[in-house]
């Protein structure tokens, strides 16, 4: 079966170990190369692909990733709705570590990364509409797969794409919350748009890593990161495993 769905796994989820994996395969595309090889197997029955979005080995940071190169293979190979897993800093008060949230809307924040496919040899400018950044009949699916579990999702949050790969000051928080933020990550642009351009069907997961800077007293431990994402990554895969069946087939 060809495969329409894919996930790409962002910080905490390099591997997916719920993928029964069949075959990996190496694509390359008039961008360059992707960040990993597409895995891709069974989850639930069906045949899903995985993208591990800062390589295999989490090598790649934010600003280098080959973000039109990732959406391109995956188009490429078939895949119309893609599920990003994206770790963030909380923002807002409900935002504690180990939350899961699902937004519906972003602000891009990033700068000089690649974020088009209408750049270059274009027979006539093109702009897309991207009023609801996310898809919301995915966006659909992911809440009611967490639902059903319980998992105390937040079912609508405003994503703030930062450069990175440093965190924030406490004065760019209180600026990203004046602006009507609530999480905040380094990946979640130009990845949507790009899903976008090409037609795909695009939801984010995102994972609260820490409160973001200046929101508890002290510093951010990275340890304290991984810490949260490795408890919150059993909760993940058990939500793509209710999600996968419920997607609609186009
Ligand atoms: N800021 C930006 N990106 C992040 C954070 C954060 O606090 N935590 C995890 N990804």
């Given at each position: 079966m060809t495969p329409t769905i894919a996930i790409i796994g962002g910080t905490g989820l390099t591997s997916l170990n719920t993928l029964e994996i069949t075959h990996r395969e190496n694509q390359s595309t008039p961008y360059g190369e992707p960040s990993s090889p597409l895995i891709q197997g069974k989850l639930s029955g069906r045949t899903v692909v995985f993208l591990a979005r800062h390589g295999l080995h989490h090598t790649l940071p934010p600003h280098k990733i080959n973000y039109r190169a990732n959406l391109w293979a995956l188009q490429r190979i078939g895949i119309k709705h893609i599920i990003a897993i994206a770790a963030v800093g909380g923002i807002r008060n409900d935002m504690a570590p180990g939350v899961l949230a699902f937004p519906d809307q972003l602000i891009d924040y990033t700068w000089g990364r690649q974020g088009t496919f209408f750049d270059e040899n274009l027979t006539q400018v093109t702009h897309i509409d991207f009023?609801?950044?996310?898809?919301p009949q995915l966006r659909g699916r992911l809440i009611q797969a967490a639902q059903l579990l319980n998992l105390g999702a937040r079912e609508s949050c405003t994503y703030a794409a930062m450069q990175g790969p440093r965190l924030e000051t406490a004065a760019e928080i209180r600026k990203l919350e004046r602006d009507g933020c609530d999480i905040v990550g380094m990946t979640g642009m130009p990845e949507a748009a790009l899903a976008r351009e090409l037609d795909l069907r695009y939801a984010t997961c995102a994972i609260v890593a820490n409160w973001a800077a200046g929101k508890a007293a002290g510093e951010i431990s990275m340890a304290e990161i991984e810490r949260n994402l490795q408890e919150s990554m059993a909760r993940v895969k058990l939500l793509l495993t209710e999600l996968v069946p419920i997607i609609d087939p186009s």
């Open positions: 009023t609801e950044p996310y898809c």
